[in-house]
């Protein structure tokens, strides 16, 4: 294969979440790469990431998309290809944290964590899908967890929700492959970002985390980088129903 394996030129990716965080990491990555992005935020009037991108040389479009209202999700893929043609890449990376032990953990807080961390992933891979199948080709890009893998303390939806990405991925993947469309995830590691906030700030457990971490740090939300740019690229065409651990080596331990 000639030329730049991990070029995005010309492509166009979707990213929810990009407003803090990793999406936001994430978006510049892709853009950096070359690509146009849509940006599926709740907020349109938070337009500083719009304006970096743009400054990039790269089409930056903001689409209403309120992961608490599922008719807003039905509608984002259609108005991603509705308004920049087409749609190559589609990263799942919203997501919400609620911690309180399952004893007293409360059926508002599960059916929220569910409906963002999984179900509107659901909606916005099969409406991707119905877009990329078609076509012959497409990479879908969903954020999983280390909690895809273990159970977690106090916070049993979110751990339900990331299983559920993790077969989710594997799922979809097993049917849209051979079509072309690549299905993947990014495992984040401990990540500082606002939804670690509260663990980073426990003295007791930030300490632990980096203890067990064999990398010897937290990771920051510009080490997904070049995950996401690889699994967006012609250099994974052949990565199917992955699970890639950006994790500083937490699941090797
Ligand atoms: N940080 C970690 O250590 C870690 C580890 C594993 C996996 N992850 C996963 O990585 C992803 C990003 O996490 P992060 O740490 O970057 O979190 P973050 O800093 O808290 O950012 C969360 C993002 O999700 C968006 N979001 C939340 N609820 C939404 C809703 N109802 N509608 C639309 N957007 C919504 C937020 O938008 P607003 O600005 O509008 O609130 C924000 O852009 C999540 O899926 C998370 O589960 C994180």
């Given at each position: 294969?000639?030329?730049?394996?991990?070029d995005?030129?010309?492509?166009?990716?979707a990213?929810?979440?990009?407003?803090?965080?990793?999406?936001?990491?994430?978006?510049?990555?892709?853009?950096?790469?070359?690509?146009?992005?849509?940006?599926?935020?709740?907020?349109?009037?938070?337009?500083?990431?719009?304006?970096?991108?743009e400054?990039?040389?790269?089409k930056?479009?903001?689409?209403p998309?309120?992961?608490?209202?599922?008719?807003?999700?039905k509608?984002a893929?259609?108005?991603?290809?509705?308004?920049?043609?087409?749609?190559?890449i589609?990263?799942?990376n919203?997501?919400?944290?609620?911690?309180?032990?399952?004893?007293?953990?409360?059926?508002?807080d599960?059916?929220?964590?569910?409906?963002?961390?999984?179900?509107?992933?659901?909606?916005?891979c099969?409406?991707a899908g119905?877009?990329?199948?078609?076509?012959?080709?497409?990479?879908?890009?969903?954020?999983?967890?280390?909690?895809?893998?273990?159970?977690?303390?106090?916070?049993?939806?979110?751990?339900?929700?990331?299983?559920?990405?993790?077969?989710?991925?594997?799922?979809?993947?097993?049917?849209?492959?051979?079509?072309g469309?690549?299905?993947n995830a990014?495992?984040?590691?401990?990540?500082?970002t606002?939804?670690?906030?509260?663990?980073?700030?426990?003295?007791?457990?930030?300490?632990?985390?980096i203890?067990?971490?064999?990398a010897?740090?937290?990771?920051?939300?510009?080490?997904?980088?070049?995950?996401?740019?690889?699994?967006?690229?012609?250099?994974?065409?052949?990565i199917?129903?992955?699970?890639?651990?950006?994790?500083?080596?937490?699941?090797?331990?």
């Amino acid at each position: 294969m000639e030329g730049n394996l991990f070029d995005l030129s010309g492509q166009t990716a979707a990213i929810s979440g990009a407003t803090r965080g990793i999406g936001r990491s994430m978006a510049l990555a892709l853009a950096e790469a070359g690509a146009d992005v849509a940006l599926l935020q709740r907020s349109p009037a938070q337009t500083a990431l719009k304006a970096e991108i743009e400054a990039l040389g790269r089409k930056c479009v903001i689409i209403p998309c309120d992961m608490d209202d599922l008719e807003q999700v039905k509608d984002a893929v259609p108005q991603v290809v509705q308004q920049l043609g087409k749609l190559d890449i589609l990263v799942n990376n919203a997501g919400i944290q609620r911690r309180s032990p399952s004893l007293d953990f409360s059926e508002a807080d599960w059916d929220d964590v569910l409906r963002v961390n999984l179900k509107t992933v659901w909606i916005l891979c099969q409406q991707a899908g119905r877009h990329m199948v078609p076509r012959g080709s497409g990479k879908i890009i969903n954020t999983a967890s280390l909690l895809s893998f273990q159970g977690g303390f106090t916070v049993p939806a979110y751990a339900a929700a990331k299983g559920g990405v993790a077969q989710l991925t594997k799922a979809l993947s097993n049917e849209w492959a051979k079509h072309g469309v690549n299905v993947n995830a990014i495992v984040p590691g401990y990540i500082a970002t606002e939804m670690n906030e509260a663990l980073m700030n426990d003295p007791v457990r930030s300490v632990q985390i980096i203890d067990r971490i064999p990398a010897g740090r937290w990771g920051n939300p510009d080490d997904m980088k070049g995950a996401v740019v690889f699994l967006a690229s012609a250099a994974s065409n052949y990565i199917h129903g992955h699970l890639l651990a950006v994790d500083g080596g937490w699941l090797s331990r």
